[in-house]
């Protein structure tokens, strides 16, 4: 045996004797956390790079192979969490922002409802008020139209009677005219019939008077005839 190899392996034992209670601590401790809880890898990848340290020194090839491999796993592990640990602020923040967009979306939805009812309700204010506007434009219009009416007729209805009265006036002038001679034909005819009368009446008396005298005549001739 080489005189050297004796310090070696000596120092081999001894860091196996050492590496057990760091060993229990990992089964025993370590191995209840969560398989990538930063308390664990941090570990781990301590006792890897301790082993890998000690086996290169020593030249325990399979004590560093081992700590390089517990080491790289750590590394591995760590780069999962953390790549794990980037997903999930990732889809936290993916949540965040669809969240935000989402309230922000309803915000803009409620406020395109709010202004399409005020849009609607001033529609109909607007044609509430037209119509009443229209209603009222109407009603001024019959009223105009009613006194125009009104005037039309009472314009209509006094020149009616001014006509009537002219035709009236007109009327009782042409009597007027018309009956003059009227009046003097009926004068003359009943001047014309009191001289009838008074014919009649004297050739009545006349005729009287003659018949009275051919009674006298006759009486006295009679009587003469008798004596």
Do not use: F
């Not at 310090?7 to 401790?29: A, F, G, K, N, S």
């Not at 009416?149 to 009616?160: E, G």
């Not at 008074?198 to 001739?221: S, V, Y």
């Amino acid at each position: 045996m080489n005189v050297l190899t004796v310090p070696i392996t000596l120092l081999r034992l001894q860091y196996t004797i050492l590496r057990i209670p760091l060993q229990l601590v990992e089964d025993q401790l370590m191995s209840r956390l969560a398989t990538e809880s930063p308390a664990r890898l941090m570990y781990e990848r301590t006792l890897g790079v301790l082993d890998g340290a000690v086996g290169s020194a020593l030249g325990d090839r399979d004590t560093e192979r081992r700590g390089d491999a517990l080491t790289e796993r750590s590394d591995a592990l760590a780069r999962a969490a953390k790549l794990e640990e980037e997903a999930a602020r990732t889809e936290a923040e993916a949540d965040t922002a669809l969240e935000t967009k989402r309230k922000q979306v309803q915000k803009e939805q409620a406020a395109a409802r709010e202004a399409k009812q005020r849009d609607v309700e001033q529609a109909r204010r607007r044609e509430v008020e037209r119509k009443q506007a229209a209603e009222r434009d109407a009603q001024h219009r019959k009223q105009v139209a009613k006194k125009n009416a009104d005037q039309l007729a009472a314009q209509r209805t006094q020149a009616a009677e001014a006509e009537h009265r002219a035709e009236q006036t007109e009327l009782r002038e042409a009597e007027k005219v018309a009956a003059g001679p009227a009046k003097a034909r009926l004068k003359d005819a009943a001047n014309k019939q009191d001289e009838a009368a008074d014919k009649r009446a004297r050739a009545d008396r006349a005729e009287k008077l003659a018949e009275a005298e051919k009674d006298k005549r006759r009486n006295e001739t009679a009587v003469n005839g008798q004596r």
